[in-house]
């Protein structure tokens, strides 16, 4: 797969994922952070997306649609290092979101197989309470890329840093 393809498939989840939000919260709106304006937002503080719920809250969040092929995994992964030579932080180090929406396509490429929206905030105070060289060993790294990924199972995640999930033959919370 080539970038392109790969952009494709990242706007072709937002109206899945718009539509995931709109089930768990009382939505009023979604916004995506793509004007120029906006791109502080994305590149500093790798926020994609604003939801604003008919009470006035507004929740920043990550987005992740992560392909079939790699559903096998059942993992949830954040960027560790942009550059794990260099150790330049990724992601992990720089979200400024409340939310992670993470989740596999299905094997059409129609929908999301699996889902979970973390409250990723939370979540990475949680495992920044470890020391660096504890959650180094928890990443790998990508071929053909500098960067270093952070994976942990979706079901070690516990249940207080979960807003709602999807898997099949599972309830949502």
């Keep these: 797969m080539n970038w392109d393809e790969d952009l494709q498939l990242s706007l072709k989840a937002e109206s899945i994922q718009d539509d995931i939000y709109r089930s768990i919260w009382p939505v009023k709106e979604v916004v995506r952070f793509k004007h120029e304006d906006d791109k ?16 006035g809250i507004c929740l920043l969040g990550q987005e992740k649609a992560l392909r079939y ?21 990724g992601e992990f180090f720089n979200l400024g979101a409340q939310f992670y929406l993470h989740g596999y396509w299905n094997e059409g490429e129609s929908g999301l197989c699996k889902w979970y929206i973390i409250k990723i905030f939370d979540f990475l105070e949680f495992l920044k309470s470890n020391d660096i060289k504890t959650l180094e060993a928890y990443t790998k ?31 949502r919370l």
């Design 69 to 89: 092929r790699f559903s096998h995994y059942n993992t949830f992964t954040i960027e560790f290092y942009q550059n794990a030579n260099t150790k330049e932080g």
């Design 40 to 55: 502080v937002l994305d590149i500093r503080y790798h926020i994609d997306v604003e939801v604003r719920m008919d009470n």
């Design 141 to 171: 790294t990508t071929g053909g890329s500098r960067a270093s990924f952070f994976c942990v199972d979706y079901k070690k995640i516990p249940s207080k840093f979960i807003y709602a999930k999807y898997e099949p033959h599972t309830q």
